[in-house]
């Protein structure tokens, strides 16, 4: 069987984010000011809280102006709203990020859409969903970002691959469809309704795992020579009473099937973060033109 090679996310994602330093550092020594970015979390979900945490470091790490709201889980939607207001007439705020999920009392959607779409670095405000769907300048969601990444390294061109997108997420699954139509692939999206999805899987040049579900994608589901991107970070139970990271993947079934796979953790996670602070970098870029 032929070697599996394992996609290197964290080592891409260091170069990009040491370029991304490089830019920052020459922003400052030219206009004397740098890219800030504000990172908003409501309650103490933990797996929030380490994601959270990883985005303010580095951040920092790239020379960025980094801000950090904590709020507590009783926040009202009026005054995380309010919030946000300030943050968009902030001058030194060039990125906006709400971390997702919000508590109950709180509607997802018009806290996202309150963000001026200019400094939306998720890409998740519905201007630039529709800016992406309609091939017009958007910020776009950095996990898809990451992954279009990771896919050009390896392939060169995507143009008329077949690609199979699971799952039909706004954050992951939509925008990755569209960024992989973009490139000229034929695109699926595979959900929890689709039927007989190993054979869809089957079909697919590059496959990409968005569901959540640990190591639902068997290795007999993949076509001989495929790419496979694994965006799952799905925690379970270890031999040893402790708990592992896993994807959406059964890697160890995928290798010598898949001509290259993304490993979890260390494939797609790092690229997430480092497509954030590029964001955050071309949102700074536009306002300025914008004056
Ligand atoms: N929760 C899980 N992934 C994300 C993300 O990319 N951005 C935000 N804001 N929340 C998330």
């Known amino acids: 069987m032929a070697d599996t090679h394992l996609i290197d996310g964290k080592a891409f994602a260091e170069r990009l984010l040491a370029e991304i330093g490089r830019q920052v550092a020459d922003l400052k020594a030219q206009h004397g000011r740098v890219p800030g ?3 908003v979390i ?37 005054d995380l709203l309010a919030l946000v207001e300030k943050l968009n007439a902030d001058p030194q705020i060039n990125g906006i990020l709400v ?29 630039n969903a529709g800016r992406l769907a ?34 039909r997420s706004n954050i992951v699954g939509k925008p990755m469809a569209q960024l992989l139509l973009r490139e000229s692939c034929t695109v699926t999206i595979a959900h ?12 697919a040049d590059i496959l990409v795992a968005a569901v959540g ?21 799905n925690r379970i139970p270890a031999a040893n009473g402790k708990t592992k990271l896993v994807g959406d993947v059964a890697t160890q079934e995928a290798m010598g099937i898949a001509a290259a796979i993304t490993p979890v953790p260390g494939g797609v996670g790092p690229m997430t ?19």
Request: hydrophobic letters at 40%; one cysteine or more; glycine letters at 8%.
């Open 213 to 233: 579900k640990a190591q639902m994608i068997k290795g007999d589901w993949i076509k001989p020579g495929a790419v496979v991107i694994d965006v799952g970070i």
């Open 99 to 127: 971390q997702l999920p919000l508590p109950d009392q709180i509607d997802e959607a018009a806290v996202i859409n309150a963000i001026d779409p200019d400094k939306d670095v998720d890409g998740f405000h519905v201007v």
């Open 42 to 78: 409501v309650g103490e979900d933990p797996a929030s809280q380490v994601y959270v945490k990883n985005k303010v470091e580095k951040t920092k790490i790239a020379g960025m102006h980094s801000v950090h709201h904590v709020l507590p889980a009783d926040t009202s939607q009026a």
């Open 273 to 291: 973060i480092a497509c954030l602070l590029d964001n955050t970098l071309t949102a700074f870029r536009r306002q300025m033109k914008k004056g």
């Open 37 to 39: 970015l504000a990172v």
């Open 192 to 203: 929890s309704r689709t039927r007989d999805l190993p054979a869809v899987c089957r079909a």
């Open 134 to 167: 309609t091939g017009q300048e958007a910020l776009v969601p950095c996990t898809p970002t990451g992954c279009l990444l990771l896919l050009k390294d390896r392939l060169g061109s995507l143009s008329g691959k077949s690609a199979v997108v699971v799952g």
